[in-house]
C-alpha cells in the first residue's frame, strides 16, 4: 500500500531545488544485505508513534501543534527509524539510501520505496516537505492498527484519541523522569527529545525543574551521532522556518 497516495491524493514528486554550492559528495554504495543494525533493539523502532502521541492531548487526542508542524516534525521521525534501520544516511543536507532491504514494518516499508522511486539523491528538507503532507495520517494509522488510539467523532470532526490516555501520558511522562534523573538516553530516546524540542514542546514535559529542561536537552541533542544529528538539525531548520513564514 502506497500512504502516500492513500492519505491525501496523489503528489508530485520532491524536485531538486537549487544547486548546493558545494559539489554533492559521493553516495554510498548501496547494498540489498539485511543491515546488523535492522535486527535486535532496533527492529521495533517508533520514535514517530511516541512524538504523535506527546504531540496530541492524551484525553481527547486534540492536536498540540499546526499542522504543517506536526507533519514535517513526525517526517523527520519516520526518516529517523529508517536511519537507526541501517536504510538511509545524511551527507551535506543530502538524504542518501544505503540499503534497499526491505523492513518488516509497513509504514518504514512504504516509506524506503517512495526513497528509491528518485533516480538520485534528494536535500533531505525536499523530502521533508513532501513528506509532511501525508505522514501524520500513516504514523495515525499505524498506531490504529496495533491498538494505541481509535477513531473519535466530534462536533469538529474526527480525532484520534489514545485507548489508553496513562500509557499516552507515560510517554511524556518517561521522558520527562529521564531529564530530571539524568538518566542516559538511548539513540531513538535522544532523536525523540530532538524532534520534541523542535517543535517547542520541551516545556510541556511534566518536568520536575522545568528550568534546567533545555539546558539537558541541548547536551543530549549534542550526544547525536550522524545520521541522526544531521536528520534532527535538518527537522529542526525546516519547523522554525514554517513557524517564522507562518506556513503552519
Partial sequence: MD??????????????????????????????????????QHAHIRI?????????????????????????????????????LGRVTVGDGILIVVSDADPAEELAQSLLRQLLSQPEPLPLRDWLAYLASGVTAAVGDRLARAG????????????LVPVDSSDAFF?????????????????????LIGLVNAVGLIERLPCVNP?????????????????????????????????????T
Avoid: Y
Fill in 148 to 159: 494505541a488510539v481509535e477513531v473519535r467523532k466530534g462536533l469538529r470532526g474526527k480525532r
Fill in 171 to 191: 510517554k511524556a511522562g518517561r521522558l520527562a523522569v529521564m531529564l530530571d534523573s539524568g538518566s542516559q538516553f538511548n539513540p531513538a530516546q535522544a532523536a
Fill in 48 to 84: 514517530a508513534d511516541d512524538l504523535f502521541l506527546i504531540s496530541h492531548r492524551d484525553w481527547d487526542g486534540k492536536p498540540l501543534l499546526p499542522d504543517r508542524v506536526l507533519g514535517l516534525a513526525l517526517a523527520g521521525a519516520a526518516l529517523c527509524e529508517l536511519a537507526m
Fill in 211 to 247: 528550568a534546567a529542561i533545555r539546558a539537558r536537552a541541548s547536551v543530549i541533542m549534542q550526544s547525536l551521532e550522524c545520521p541522526l544529528d544531521g536528520l534532527i538539525a535538518e527537522t529542526t531548520a525546516v519547523v522554525d522556518n514554517a513557524i517564522l513564514t507562518g506556513r
Fill in 3 to 40: 500512504w502516500f497516495s492513500s492519505h491525501g491524493g496523489a503528489h508530485a514528486q520532491p524536485q531538486r531545488g537549487q544547486v548546493p554550492a558545494e559539489p554533492v559528495p559521493p553516495v554510498p554504495a548501496r547494498t540489498t544485505a539485511r543491515p546488523a543494525s535492522a535486527t535486535g
